[in-house]
């Protein structure tokens, strides 16, 4: 009880922070033009996704933690919903890595071919994708027949109740006042039998865990987005340093950077928990922690909260603007100026 007491307060602690933070930045982006470029747009909409994370997400894995007694398609939306802000997540961060690849590689004709129209294009079928793969477990691909295993045993130990309570004294005076209980021994021919102990693991197969969700999922982006990476680093160390005409280009290696420090602390925040699900999958007798599931748990939530603290580290003039945000309409300092020196984010 402990454990989960600290959980939730952590857990609840977090969520604050997830939404106040992202807020911020989607509040940055809004009132300083000069910092709508492309890929701080981009930025933006990650940290709408954060936002759900905070506002949503981990308020249903707390719910999802107490393992209530639910209907599996209450349930089953509560797990799904997760899902969809990560992989949400994880193609928004393919898209920046794509578009900042695009701006080293065609520099003269980067903005012929990167327009508004288009970026919001791929961002809404990065969000239809996800919203794809998230639900796809609501249409069948999900572990109805053992949540339902499972309340068979749920509604053996209801009858068992009922049939005590019969024996006890001024049991027919309780029959005639709660009469629901002469058909307790139906409880599968009502809704009741989708009845069952709400969990994460309790709804997913682990073979859509790891197989779906981590390998091809999670997986595939990651190991294409480090593949972008690694040919955006030879490009920039290999052509734009090598030609003084392109100098100019290599402020984009900070840009590069920064990029790549959210997909390393995706990776981290990430990797741990579905190296968990492999180990329940290939190892089904293993023994498991609920303080390492936990602490999985809170350290994939944490990423929503490391992506905007990363980049406003590593991007200096977003990192100005948004402090300058926060102590305007926070923190209620009137010397604070709202807009930022220089026109760097304009990348």
Same mark, same amino acid.
């Given at each position: 009880?402990?454990?989960?007491? !600290?959980? #939730?307060?952590?857990?609840?602690?977090?969520a604050?922070?997830? +939404?106040?933070?992202?807020?911020?930045?989607?509040?940055?982006?809004?009132? &300083?033009?000069?910092? $709508?470029? +492309?890929?701080?747009?981009?930025?933006a909409?990650?940290?709408?996704?954060?936002?759900?994370?905070?506002?949503?997400? *981990?308020?249903?894995?707390?719910?999802?933690?107490?393992?209530?007694?639910?209907?599996?398609?209450?349930?089953?939306?509560?797990?799904?919903?997760?899902?969809?802000?990560?992989?949400?997540? *994880?193609?928004?961060?393919?898209? *920046?890595?794509?578009?900042?690849?695009?701006?080293?590689?065609?520099?003269?004709?980067?903005?012929?071919? +990167?327009?508004?129209?288009?970026?919001?294009?791929?961002?809404?079928?990065?969000?239809?994708?996800?919203?794809?793969?998230?639900l796809?477990?609501?249409?069948?691909?999900?572990?109805?027949?053992?949540?339902?295993?499972?309340?068979?045993?749920?509604a053996?130990?209801?009858?068992?109740?009922?049939?005590?309570?019969?024996?006890?004294?001024?049991? !027919?005076f309780?029959?005639?006042?709660?009469?629901?209980?002469?058909?307790?021994?139906?409880?599968?021919?009502? &809704?009741?039998?989708?009845?069952?102990?709400?969990?994460?693991?309790?709804?997913?197969?682990?073979?859509?865990?790891?197989?779906? *969700?981590?390998?091809?999922?999670?997986?595939?982006?990651?190991?294409?987005?480090?593949? %972008?990476?690694?040919?955006?680093?030879?490009?920039?160390?290999?052509?734009?340093?090598?030609?003084?005409?392109?100098?100019?280009?290599?402020g984009?290696?900070?840009?590069? $950077?920064?990029?790549?420090?959210?997909?390393?602390?995706?990776? #981290?925040?990430? %990797?741990?928990?579905h190296?968990?699900?492999?180990?329940?999958?290939?190892?089904?007798?293993?023994?498991?922690?609920?303080?390492?599931?936990?602490?999985? #748990?809170?350290?994939?939530h944490?990423?929503?909260?490391?992506?905007?603290?990363?980049?406003?580290?590593?991007?200096?003039?977003?990192?100005?603007?948004?402090?300058? #945000?926060?102590? $305007?309409?926070?923190?209620?300092?009137?010397?604070?100026?709202?807009?930022?020196? !220089?026109?760097?984010?304009? $990348?």
């Open positions: 009880m402990e454990l989960y007491l !600290g959980f #939730v307060i952590l857990e609840g602690l977090l604050l922070a997830v +939404v106040g933070t992202n807020l911020l930045v989607c509040a940055t982006i809004c009132l &300083h033009r000069e910092l $709508r470029s +492309v890929t701080n747009c981009l930025v909409c990650l940290a709408l996704a954060d936002l759900g994370v905070g506002a949503l997400a *981990i308020p249903f894995s707390m719910v999802l933690s107490l393992e209530l007694t639910l209907c599996f398609h209450t349930c089953l939306f509560l797990a799904c919903f997760p899902l969809v802000t990560t992989q949400f997540s *994880i193609l928004l961060l393919l898209l *920046i890595a794509l578009n900042a690849h695009l701006k080293i590689r065609l520099p003269s004709s980067y903005a012929m071919h +990167v327009r508004k129209g288009r970026v919001l294009g791929a961002v809404g079928l990065c969000w239809l994708l996800s919203l794809l793969i998230g796809s477990p609501m249409m069948g691909w999900n572990s109805l027949g053992h949540y339902v295993a499972g309340n068979r045993t749920l053996a130990e209801r009858a068992a109740v009922v049939l005590i309570a019969r024996d006890q004294p001024y049991g !027919g309780l029959s005639k006042v709660y009469p629901g209980t002469r058909g307790a021994p139906h409880y599968n021919q009502l &809704h009741d039998d989708h009845l069952g102990h709400c969990s994460f693991t309790s709804v997913f197969a682990p073979e859509y865990l790891v197989y779906f *969700i981590f390998f091809a999922c999670t997986l595939l982006p990651l190991g294409a987005l480090l593949g %972008i990476y690694a040919d955006l680093f030879r490009l920039v160390r290999g052509h734009f340093l090598a030609q003084p005409l392109w100098a100019a280009k290599r984009e290696l900070p840009m590069a $950077r920064a990029l790549l420090l959210l997909f390393g602390s995706f990776c #981290v925040c990430w %990797i741990p928990l190296v968990i699900y492999c180990v329940r999958l290939l190892c089904p007798g293993c023994w498991s922690y609920a303080a390492l599931d936990r602490l999985a #748990v809170l350290l994939s944490l990423n929503s909260l490391a992506n905007p603290l990363v980049y406003a580290m590593r991007k200096k003039d977003f990192g100005r603007a948004l402090r300058a #945000v926060c102590l $305007r309409y926070v923190l209620r300092c009137p010397r604070a100026k709202v807009h930022p020196q !220089g026109l760097s984010g304009r $990348r």
